[in-house]
């Protein structure tokens, strides 16, 4: 699946004085013909995509379609397949923040109701990189709430992820053959000194976490101890390791330069640049969680030769080639945005108005010259890969055949499969 995106982030800033809307400042909202129409132009069919959500959701199963609408009846039309990005580090005013505790099951309501309204949707990104939207607006003090303690950081984390289950199980009622890719940063860390080797080894530890919750799977005894002192309960944790959702799942993870970190003594950390890369971080998360995995983002600025992006295009497209030549079930690759992106220089902190050079088109719907050079790369391994293993084929349902007998059949029996599936959890 080769895909890319529609920048969407939200987040308020600025003690929540101001919101960072990407789809107004990238120009989405006035260009959105045109930039379905680049989608063809480039040769993809798989976009990840989503209502703005604080726009949409404008209260307690209170909903406001018109745009998602226009913009999915057109997605249907052209039958590209939309990857379902329904929260992009933010939410509407009226929950607030990430420490709400209501916001979890407020947002498996506003699934559910957006899968009855768009049931030939199939794939879905239900909460983007959980681990970084818990960090930066809880940790980092950047975003939302603004919180800097391990407790805000938990306390967003185990908001995060439970909306993301609850999601998952609610778009199931609805679309039992309902596939989620995951979209999570692929993070390393890296001690400097023999000193910074403890800090390094948590940090590498922490990563996990969203994952883990996500996919009901164990955390190690130092994270375990982490999440109890810092506000997560027993009964809390116990249902995450219910969770028996991960059979749905593909591991979609990021990677960007800046996802490698060199860590000091004291704990602190910086972008270390590339040093292991993707091939060997994604081993990493594969080994743990056996799941088929998909490179969800990616992208770098274009710098002042002209082919910093379309050499980081082929760096990482060669990462993904080895890591599924060495057994790694790998089924997509996305460069991430189709169009740049603003004031990401400052990761959405400050706005400058800065236009962040890194996608596939400019802002002013010229194409690039990485676009040019994914066109290409489209165009060369479309028909090449899917012909060495057709066992690593999604079962994907473009829209166009939402309604045939065979597709209907299949979901009926998904359906069925699912309510085993409900039936064994509830024993």
């Not at 199931?172 to 993070?187: G, K, P």
Request: with cysteine; hydrophobic share 35%.
């Amino acid at each position: 699946m080769f895909a890319t995106g529609i920048e969407n982030s939200i987040p308020k800033i600025k003690g929540g004085t101001i919101r960072v809307d990407q789809m107004e400042s990238c120009g989405h909202y006035r260009h959105w013909r045109t930039d379905f129409d680049l989608l063809d132009d480039i040769g993809i069919r798989y976009l990840r995509y989503g209502p703005p959500i604080h726009t949409t959701l404008i209260g307690p199963e209170r909903y406001d379609w018109e745009f998602a609408d226009i913009t999915f009846g057109e997605l249907f039309r052209r039958n590209i397949v939309p990857i379902v990005d329904l929260c992009h580090f933010g939410v509407p005013d009226w929950i607030g923040d990430f420490q709400n505790p209501d916001f979890p099951e407020q947002f498996a309501r506003y699934a559910h109701a957006f899968a009855r309204r768009f049931p030939w949707v199939q794939l879905y990104t239900p909460v983007n990189e959980m681990f970084i939207c818990a960090q930066f607006s809880a940790k980092f003090g950047w975003w939302n709430e603004e919180g800097t303690t391990d407790q805000t950081f938990v306390t967003a984390l185990k908001h995060i992820v439970k909306a993301n289950v609850l999601a998952m199980k609610a778009i199931l009622e609805v679309r039992a053959d309902a596939i989620f890719i995951q979209s999570e940063s692929s993070e390393y860390f890296h001690a400097e000194n023999p000193a910074a080797i403890k800090p390094a080894e948590i940090e590498n530890s922490k990563r996990f976490l969203s994952l883990d919750l996500n996919y009901g799977h164990r955390v190690d005894s130092e994270m375990y101890e982490y999440l109890m002192d810092n506000g997560m309960t027993r009964e809390e944790y116990h249902f995450f390791l219910s969770n028996r959702l991960r059979h749905h799942c593909i591991l979609g993870n990021d990677y960007y330069w800046t996802n490698e970190h060199r860590v000091a003594a004291d704990g602190s950390h910086r972008a270390s640049g590339e040093i292991f890369g993707y091939s060997e971080i994604t081993r990493q998360y594969h080994h743990r969680y056996r799941l088929p995995v998909m490179h969800t983002e990616t992208n770098i600025v274009e710098g002042p030769n002209g082919d910093e992006a379309v050499n980081w295009l082929w760096k990482q497209w060669a990462n993904v080639l080895r890591v599924r030549n060495d057994g790694v079930p790998t089924v997509g690759f996305t460069w991430y945005s189709l169009t740049d992106q603003m004031d990401w220089d400052t990761a959405l902190r400050e706005p400058n108005g800065h236009i962040h050079p890194v996608g596939l088109y400019d802002m002013n719907r010229n194409i690039r010259p990485v676009g040019r050079c994914y066109k290409q790369l489209i165009k060369d391994w479309r028909d090449v890969l899917p012909a060495e293993s057709i066992c690593l084929t999604v079962p994907v349902v473009p829209p166009s055949e939402h309604q045939e007998p065979t597709v209907r059949r299949l979901q009926a029996e998904a359906r069925q499969l699912r309510f085993q599936e409900v039936a064994t959890e509830a024993r």
